[in-house]
């Protein structure tokens, strides 16, 4: 004779009860994002937007924000070519699931009088985890000093 399976029902709060355990995702930690974060800086001496929003996240570059993002970036270097970057300096922060990248990078630029200028530029980074990897889901350009 033939064992037959418990009844649907009784596997029913069993698995309700294990996807309330399921921890919440972890935010990604600075070390995790640092590719992400190499590529940003090295984007930097194209002076244009539009090369750094390569680095998010193909499901969030239709965002509106990413096209502000383009627009405050490509108006804050308007007229400077970036010659040369300084310093680099990140902090983050976990907020819920999202990693907040701020970075601080010191580009040395000429003007459209050949002038040089050093200035830092401030630039927010948010990532959260997908599919248990890090992604860039946002930019925002600060300004320059």
Same mark, same amino acid.
Request: charge should be neutral.
């Given at each position: 004779? *033939? ?5 649907? =029902?009784?596997?029913?709060?069993? $698995?309700?009860?294990? *996807? ?5 995702? +972890?935010?990604? #930690?600075?070390? +995790? &994002?640092?590719?992400? $974060? ?17 680095? @998010? ?12 993002? &383009? ?5 804050? $270097? =308007?007229?400077?070519?970036? #010659?040369?970057?300084?310093? &680099? ?7 819920? *699931? ?6 601080? @990078? ?5 003007? #459209?009088?050949?002038? =040089? ?19 860039? #889901? ?8």
């Amino acid at each position: 004779m *033939a064992l037959s399976p418990p009844p649907a =029902a009784a596997e029913a709060p069993a $698995l309700a009860a294990a *996807a309330e355990t399921a921890p919440a995702p +972890q935010a990604p #930690t600075l070390a +995790q &994002v640092q590719p992400a $974060l190499s590529g940003l800086v090295t984007s930097l001496p194209s002076g244009r937007g539009e090369n750094l929003v390569q680095w @998010i996240h193909s499901g969030f570059r239709a965002h509106p924000d990413t096209g502000r993002f &383009v627009g405050q970036f490509n108006q804050l $270097l =308007a007229g400077q070519r970036v #010659t040369q970057l300084g310093n &680099v300096r990140f902090r983050s922060r976990a907020q819920g *699931a999202q990693l907040v990248v701020d970075g601080v @990078i010191e580009l040395h630029t000429l003007d #459209t009088n050949n002038e =040089a200028h050093v200035r830092d530029l401030h630039l927010r980074a948010f990532f959260q985890p997908q599919d248990g990897q890090p992604v860039l #889901t946002q930019l925002v350009a600060g300004k320059l000093q």
